[in-house]
Each structure stands twice: as C-alpha cells, then as structure tokens.
C-alpha cells in the first residue's frame, strides 16, 4: 500500500508539485489519516492570514558594521526589498530603514571595480609584496534615499519608543535584516547570535527579545534574515532567545539564511545583480513573482490558494538557491526542542531515515515540493534516499578535504615561488624592503613599466601565476562541492522536520501540538495584498497541467 503510494507520489506534476493521494491511502486507519490531516490543516489554514483591515509595518536594519563591512549588495537587498513593497502597496505602507551610517554623507559602501583595470605594476607589487586582496575595492556614500537612520541601538530603541509602541493587535511587523551577523559568545546559550550594527555595535537575539517586548504583546511579528549566524535568531520563539526559558508568549516566528554554526552567501561587493544568490533575493522574488533582473519566476503556489505564504517562499528558495546556506525557519527550531526522538521502545516515533514513503505521506504541500524537487536536482531515486543522501554527503566532505590538501601543497610552493622573485627583486632594488620610500612608489607609477618587466623576465613568476591559477581553480571545486553538499543537507533536514512533527503529533501533549499549529500557521501567513493575477504568455505561469494516468487518485484541496 505505502510502496503504491510512494511510487505515484513520486510522479507529482513539475509545475505545481500539488500532491496526489491515491484511492489506497484513504484505507488506511483513521488515526494515522487524522494526523496527516492536522499537519495539513495546519499548513493550509486560513487563520494564519492576517485579517482584511489589518496593516503591516515594515522595519528594515540594513548595513555592515563599518565601511569595510558594507558591502554593496547590502544596499541593493534593500532597493531590491522596497521595489517589491512599491509595487504591491501602491498607495503606501509604513516602512522604516536604519541602514550603516544613516545619513552621513561620508563613504560608507565598499563596490569592487575589475582586477583587470588595475595596473600591472600594482598588481604585481600587490601579489608579490603584500597581497591582491582588497586592492580593487573602492568606496562612496550609500545611495539609499529617504533612510530613516543609522543601524545602531538608538535608532532601534527610538523607532520603538515612537512607532513600535503604537502598533495595535491588528497590526504586524515585517523585520528584514539585511546585515553581517556573528557566532554567539555566551557558553549557556550557542544560538545567542549577533547583528552587526553600524559601528561595530552588536544586537544579540536575547537583546532584540527584550527590545520586541516594548511591543504591544498581540502584535505579530515575522523576521527575515540573511546574516551570517542568522539561524540562532529562530530561538526567539522562546523567552529572552534562551529554550530553557520556555516558549515567549508573543506571536513571532521567522525564516533564516543559514543554521546558526554557518557564515551565509551574499555579503559581496559584487555591482551585478546578476550574480547575486543570498537568501532573501529568492524570499522575496517568491512573493514578488519576479527576481532581481525583472525576469518572472515560477510562482511557488504549491497549495494552489492564490496567496505566496511565507512558508512557501521559503520552500521555493530552498530549492532554487545554488549557495552555501542552509536555509532554517522558527519551526525547525522548535521541532528540535520539544519533539521526541526515535526510540526501539516507541516504534511510532520517527526520523529522517524512517521509510521515505512513509514520511512523504506526512509532509506538507511545501515539504512535498522541497522533497520531489530536491530529489530531481540530486538524482534522488528509489525508497532509501536519506540513507542515500547521507553516503553521498560523505563521499563530497571526502573529496573536498582531497581538494584541501592539494589546495595547501600548491599553497606551499607559491610562497615559494613568491619569495623566490621577491628577494631577487630586492636586491636589484633594495628599497623594496621599505614599499613607502619614494623609489619604491616610483616602480608603481612612474617607473612601472620597468619595474613590470622585470617581473615578468623572472625565471619564477611564471610559474608562480600558473599554480596560484591551479590553486584558484581547486578553490573554486571545493566550493562548488560544499554547493551539492548542502543541498544533500536541505533534503535531510526537511524529512528531519517531517519526522519530528510526526512525533509531537503521536506523543499527544495537547499543549506542545497547539503551539506548534499556532506557529506554523504563522509561518504560513502571507501578505494580504498576493493574490495571484493571471500570467500573460511568457510571464512565467506554471506550464498546463499533464494529463495523469493515476485514474484512481484525489487531489488534496
């Protein structure tokens, strides 16, 4: 029954990944129906939208920690962020930005400009004296208009004092951090993270808990946030950040970048958007049904009830970001506090390496989706695909600790190599042991040309250029691995969660199932303004419908 059921499941429709339940599922016991039925209803329920006169209020930390911090992307996040806003609330919605040095015109933004259009000289100099890093950064002034202030504590405080504590229950905070962030440095609680605030200031998760109870205690609030470390935020669900405080009264929930252990992608001073793949250029591209270039994406509707939650622009970035991150959301960690873990004394209890039909059975419409399409991407096939995904994780840390030690030979001999024309470079011109003399500045500028020949006569730097490429190439497949081995690591953690939820679900504590509904409900919320329109040809509309041969299957509603 479960391997029919496994079998066709498998088979779900490209575009819309809207699950089939086959006429034999429906034989089963109506106990196991009823808790398949919950987690659905929980997922699909419309108590977690907001009601029709409620407002939403938008509140935005922004920047890096000092201008060497700030990258551009940092800036372009919250363009990219206020030209979805713009778009679906023509008439205006509250938004406050705090983002790096507010309105200070002093630089504040680190861009890069091409390696190739510095000259040879400074280059050669850089790589052989000193190093190429940093040498093609530039720097101005954030471009952002109408910035309510810098990133900073006051400004924080007082956007609380003046608007934060007007909100009414009617209303919601939408807070998008678009920042660098940092490990937690308190031995009682890992997930104690950071933001980085302009001037190295540091807003710790238990700090931003106390902050949110100024707020009125029934205004909801949903995060979004891309900073490194960001996943310890998903511990503000309980009171004062910490789990052993117990769960925090107010309704809050939120989605993260990565775990907590893990830097994120995306801080980069990169000027093409392009090339920009950081979590909330996916999350809101979701939502706003277009991406960064304007190009109409795949409308990731996987209950089909016209509305973008926010659940489901997490599902949809799970499985089109190609990064570094493992995306996590305020019910994982939640799932992971409170759920039991597989037992040979509780054979109902599972785990991500239970039967994979049987937890198919129990996921969601949006862990349907993140399930078929990561399997797809990864060639995921057959009944034993966490085992499976667990062997291949391996065999890639395998590979790339193959990568790392032939990355750290070539290493080796390029100082070698490098100390091998540098010391013959000094002595032919032993002001080089000093780079500010003024006959050291002359063989950048003036005398370049010489000193660029020289270079490139020596018998070593051949060689040196043609390993530190080697190398470089080595760097960039260690990085494309790490790339599949978080995907791996995606696939697992969301049949981690579906199993969890299982448990809590056939343990039975009343209280621990109603707040995790109350949560996911929260989760699955969406703005009041996405009903989806019609696609024009083109536009990126799911593809028609393929016939199904599964004559004896129901949609789920």
């Given at each position: 029954?479960?391997l029919?059921?496994?079998?066709?499941?498998?088979?779900?429709r490209?575009?819309?990944?809207?699950p089939?339940?086959?006429e034999?599922?429906?034989?089963?016991?109506?106990?196991?129906?009823v808790?398949?039925a919950?987690?659905?209803?929980?997922?699909?329920?419309p108590?977690?939208?907001?009601?029709?006169d409620?407002?939403d209020?938008?509140?935005?930390?922004?920047?890096?920690?000092?201008?060497?911090?700030?990258?551009?992307?940092?800036?372009r996040?919250?363009?990219?962020?206020?030209?979805?806003?713009?778009?679906?609330?023509p008439?205006g919605?509250?938004?406050?930005?705090?983002?790096?040095?507010?309105?200070?015109?002093?630089?504040?933004?680190?861009y890069e400009?091409?390696?190739?259009?510095?000259?040879r000289?400074?280059?050669?100099?850089?790589?052989?004296?000193?190093?190429?890093?940093?040498l093609?950064?530039?720097?101005?002034?954030?471009?952002?208009?109408?910035?309510d202030?810098d990133?900073?504590?006051?400004?924080?405080?007082?956007?609380?004092?003046?608007?934060?504590?007007q909100?009414t229950?009617?209303?919601?905070?939408?807070?998008y951090?678009?920042?660098?962030?940092?490990?937690?440095?308190?031995k009682?609680?890992?997930?104690?993270?950071?933001i980085?605030?302009w001037?190295?200031?540091r807003?710790?998760?238990?700090e931003?808990?106390?902050?949110?109870?100024?707020?009125?205690?029934?205004?909801?609030?949903v995060?979004?946030?891309?900073q490194?470390?960001?996943?310890?935020f998903?511990h503000?669900?309980?009171?004062?950040?910490?789990?052993?405080?117990?769960?925090?009264?107010?309704p809050?929930?939120?989605?993260?970048?990565?775990?907590h252990?893990?830097?994120?992608?995306g801080?980069?001073p990169?000027?093409n958007?392009?090339?920009y793949?950081?979590?909330?250029?996916?999350?809101w591209?979701?939502?706003?049904?277009?991406?960064r270039?304007?190009?109409?994406?795949?409308i990731?509707?996987y209950?089909g009830?016209?509305n973008?939650?926010?659940?489901?622009?997490?599902a949809?970035?799970?499985?089109?970001?190609s990064?570094?991150?493992?995306?996590?959301?305020?019910s994982d960690?939640y799932?992971?506090?409170?759920a039991p873990?597989?037992?040979?004394?509780?054979?109902q209890?599972?785990?991500?390496?239970?039967?994979?039909?049987?937890?198919m059975s129990?996921?969601?419409?949006?862990?349907?989706?993140v399930l078929?399409?990561?399997?797809?991407?990864?060639?995921?096939?057959?009944?034993?695909?966490?085992?499976?995904?667990?062997?291949?994780?391996g065999?890639?840390?395998?590979?790339?600790?193959?990568?790392?030690g032939?990355?750290?030979?070539?290493?080796?001999?390029?100082?070698?190599?490098?100390?091998?024309?540098?010391?013959?470079?000094?002595?032919?011109?032993?002001?080089?042991?000093n780079?500010?003399?003024?006959?050291?500045?002359?063989?950048?500028?003036?005398?370049?040309?010489e000193?660029?020949a020289?270079?490139?006569?020596?018998?070593?730097?051949?060689?040196?250029?043609t390993?530190?490429?080697?190398?470089?190439?080595i760097?960039?497949?260690?990085?494309?691995?790490e790339?599949?081995?978080?995907?791996y690591?995606?696939f697992?953690?969301?049949?981690?969660?579906?199993?969890l939820?299982?448990?809590?679900l056939?343990?039975?504590?009343?209280?621990?199932?109603s707040?995790?509904?109350?949560?996911?409900?929260?989760?699955?919320?969406?703005f009041d303004?996405?009903?989806?329109?019609?696609?024009?040809?083109?536009?990126?509309e799911?593809?028609?419908?393929q016939?199904s041969?599964l004559?004896?299957?129901?949609?789920l509603?």
């Open positions: 029954m479960f029919l059921f496994a079998c066709r499941l498998m088979r779900l490209e575009s819309t990944y809207i089939i339940i086959p034999s599922l429906k034989m089963r016991s109506m106990s196991e129906f808790k398949i919950v987690v659905a209803l929980v997922i699909l329920s108590c977690g939208s907001p009601d029709l409620a407002r209020h938008f509140l935005v930390l922004g920047g890096g920690y000092s201008p060497t911090g700030n990258q551009v992307s940092l800036e996040n919250v363009i990219f962020f206020r030209k979805m806003l713009n778009e679906r609330f008439e919605t509250p938004v406050e930005v705090f983002f790096a040095d507010g309105n200070d015109t002093d630089p504040d933004l680190q400009i091409s390696m190739e259009s510095i000259p000289a400074n280059r050669y100099m850089a790589a052989l004296f000193g190093s190429l890093q940093n093609n950064l530039r720097y101005r002034d954030h471009q952002l208009p109408e910035v202030g990133s900073s504590m006051d400004s924080l405080n007082k956007w609380v004092e003046e608007h934060g504590a909100l229950p009617d209303d919601r905070l939408v807070l951090v678009t920042s660098h962030g940092a490990k937690s440095r308190s009682e609680n890992d997930f104690n993270s950071s980085m605030l001037n190295n200031q807003l710790e998760a238990s931003l808990a106390q902050v949110l109870t100024r707020l009125p205690a029934e205004v909801p609030v995060m979004v946030m891309v490194c470390f960001s996943g310890g998903s503000m669900i309980f009171q004062e950040a910490l789990a052993a405080n117990g769960m925090s009264d107010r809050i929930c939120g989605f993260f970048s990565t775990l252990t893990r830097v994120a992608a801080c980069t990169e000027i958007e392009e090339f793949d950081e979590y909330s250029s996916h999350f591209a979701a939502i706003r049904g277009r991406n270039m304007d190009e109409p994406v795949d990731p509707d209950d009830d016209g973008i939650s926010f659940d489901e622009a997490h949809y970035t799970l499985l089109t970001s990064n570094i991150d493992i995306p996590v959301k305020t960690a799932l992971r506090e409170y873990t597989r037992s040979e004394t509780s054979p209890f599972l785990d991500s390496q239970s039967p994979f039909y049987q937890l129990l996921a969601s419409v949006s862990e349907l989706a078929d399409g990561l399997s797809r991407q990864l060639d995921l096939t057959g009944l034993d695909r966490a085992a499976e995904a667990v062997q291949r994780a065999s890639i840390e395998e590979r790339r600790k193959e990568l790392s032939k990355s750290g030979d070539l290493q080796r001999d390029i100082n070698r190599l490098r100390g091998s024309v540098r010391n013959r470079l000094r002595n032919r011109w032993p002001e080089l042991y780079l500010l003399t003024p006959e050291a500045v002359e063989l950048v500028t003036v005398r370049a040309s000193f660029v020289a270079v490139e006569e020596d018998d070593d730097f051949a060689e040196f250029e390993l530190s490429a080697q190398r470089h190439d760097e960039m497949q260690r990085a494309g691995l790339e599949q081995w978080v995907r690591q995606r697992l953690r969301v049949l981690e969660n579906v199993a939820r299982n448990n809590i056939v343990e039975g504590d009343p209280e621990r199932i707040r995790m509904e109350q949560l996911m409900a929260l989760e699955n919320s969406s303004f996405l009903r989806l329109q019609p696609a024009e040809p083109g536009s990126g799911p593809e028609e419908e016939e041969d004559a004896d299957a129901t949609v509603p």
